[in-house]
């Protein structure tokens, strides 16, 4: 039986922006403390006051993929990864502007192209991150996730929905 396609979810209203998922993706991927260099980005929306971790969510039918002109992406079809080959990269970088969700990044050191590779099944950036916002999962559990998630707003929805009974 092959293993359950896993992938990386965020509770994205729980993240306090600590940034230790940069880190920790940085330091196991280039061994420095340097999150410009990280594949996982925390964008911080100040007016709304919420956190956003930014990373490639592998895409189903991935544009990165679809885009690339030397097939160095490509879509692992059992694990559901976007693989990088770094030796059919010619850094045209097609694959960071058709990103729809910005996971892929151009490391400013080496100038070239960077995504997740969920580290190879064991993704740093859950392991360390503090408040546990970041989990690797099987596709099912993650749909299971966004369900219960759902339910907890319906409340607060039909509350603004529906006219208040006095």
Same mark, same amino acid.
């Given at each position: 039986?092959?293993?359950p396609?896993?992938m990386l979810?965020?509770?994205?209203?729980?993240?306090?922006?600590?940034?230790?998922?940069e880190?920790?993706?940085?330091l196991w991927?280039?061994r420095?403390?340097?999150?410009?260099?990280?594949?996982?980005a925390?964008l =911080? !929306?100040?007016e709304?006051?919420?956190n956003?971790?930014v990373? @490639?969510?592998? /895409?189903e039918?991935a544009?990165c &993929?679809?885009?690339c002109?030397?097939g160095?992406?490509?879509?692992d =079809? !059992?694990?559901?990864?976007?693989?990088?080959?770094?030796?059919l @990269?010619?850094? /045209?970088?097609?694959c960071v502007? &058709?990103c729809p969700?910005?996971?892929?990044?151009?490391d400013?050191?080496s100038?070239k192209?960077i995504?997740?590779?969920l580290?190879g099944?064991d993704?740093? /950036?859950v392991?360390f991150c503090?408040?546990?916002?970041?989990?690797?999962v099987?596709?099912t559990?993650?749909?299971?996730?966004?369900r219960k998630?759902?339910?907890e707003r319906?409340p607060?929805l039909?509350?603004?929905?529906?006219?208040?009974?006095?």
């Amino acid at each position: 039986m092959a293993a359950p396609r896993m992938m990386l979810v965020a509770d994205f209203e729980r993240c306090t922006g600590c940034r230790t998922c940069e880190l920790a993706c940085a330091l196991w991927h280039e061994r420095e403390f340097n999150p410009k260099r990280s594949r996982i980005a925390v964008l =911080r !929306d100040p007016e709304r006051g919420v956190n956003v971790p930014v990373f @490639c969510v592998q /895409c189903e039918d991935a544009p990165c &993929v679809a885009s690339c002109p030397t097939g160095a992406l490509q879509k692992d =079809r !059992d694990s559901g990864l976007v693989t990088l080959n770094y030796d059919l @990269c010619i850094g /045209c970088k097609t694959c960071v502007s &058709v990103c729809p969700f910005g996971g892929i990044v151009v490391d400013p050191v080496s100038n070239k192209v960077i995504k997740c590779d969920l580290c190879g099944g064991d993704p740093q /950036c859950v392991r360390f991150c503090p408040e546990e916002i970041l989990h690797y999962v099987p596709v099912t559990v993650a749909n299971l996730m966004r369900r219960k998630k759902s339910l907890e707003r319906i409340p607060k929805l039909l509350e603004l929905a529906l006219p208040r009974v006095v």
